[in-house]
């Protein structure tokens, strides 16, 4: 998994409380280090390598840990095994290879890995970007439906601030490439659509359809039930 999958496997609540908790010092230097180590670190490496109390760390890692931001593994280190050896050490490896967060939601990475995707199909198969673009776009929405279950959850977990338009329909209040969207409407607009419907695919949801929003203070999309 890569860090864009990473962190999307993050809401956006889970974003903002996983930069708070690297907020504090200790856990930063935590986080880094075990982030550049090869192999999974036990407390006793930790403390060793940053010259802390051992319940400074623990207390440090468990945070870590609860945030999303550490896994914890269970495993025998050494070479003595069987009856004898030891207790298993609890180990801890990075969860996700780097963290950011923005309010309002703001996905560029997601936006650039597709748009370099596009441009890298197109390139390899002759096909024209437009068309490159709106199949990467709708293959990575319906990974991202099928992840998320259903597509309220996937535009909640991804930034969109989904809201009722009073009409059984949803508006997006928030445009997870907002900047972007301005500089480049067509582009950003074509991606955004391609990646909802792929979204509705992955979900199962054949109840809803996208539709464009003219609204300038909304999403260029908003989800609409089938009639």
Do not use: W
């Not at 269970?74 to 780097?98: C, I, N, Q």
């Not at 099928?146 to 309220?152: D, M, N, S, V, Y």
């Amino acid at each position: 998994m890569n860090p864009t999958q990473q962190q999307a496997s993050l809401s956006e609540a889970e974003r903002l409380n996983a930069v708070a908790s690297l907020g504090d010092p200790v856990r930063k230097r935590l986080f880094e280090l075990i982030r550049r180590s090869p192999h999974a670190l036990s407390r006793d490496d930790c403390a060793e390598a940053l010259g802390l109390p051992k319940s400074t760390i623990r207390a440090h890692l468990d945070r870590l840990a609860a945030d999303g931001l550490l896994l914890v593994e269970f495993r025998k280190v050494g070479d003595r095994t069987g009856p004898g050896s030891g207790r298993p050490t609890k180990l801890y490896t990075v969860a996700v290879g780097e963290v950011a967060a923005s309010v309002p939601a703001r996905h560029y990475d997601l936006a650039a890995e597709l748009l370099a995707a596009a441009v890298q199909r197109s390139i390899d198969s002759s096909e024209a970007v437009e068309d490159a673009l709106a199949g990467v776009a709708f293959d990575a929405g319906r990974r991202l439906g099928a992840e998320a279950g259903t597509i309220h959850n996937l535009l909640a977990n991804t930034g969109y601030d989904p809201r009722p338009d009073g009409r059984g329909g949803t508006i997006m209040a928030n445009c997870p490439f907002h900047k972007l969207s301005q500089e480049h409407t067509g582009v950003v607009c074509q991606l955004n659509g391609a990646l909802l419907n792929g979204a509705l695919v992955g979900c199962g949801d054949g109840d809803h359809s996208i539709e464009p929003d003219a609204e300038l203070s909304h999403c260029c999309a908003r989800i609409v039930p089938v009639r």
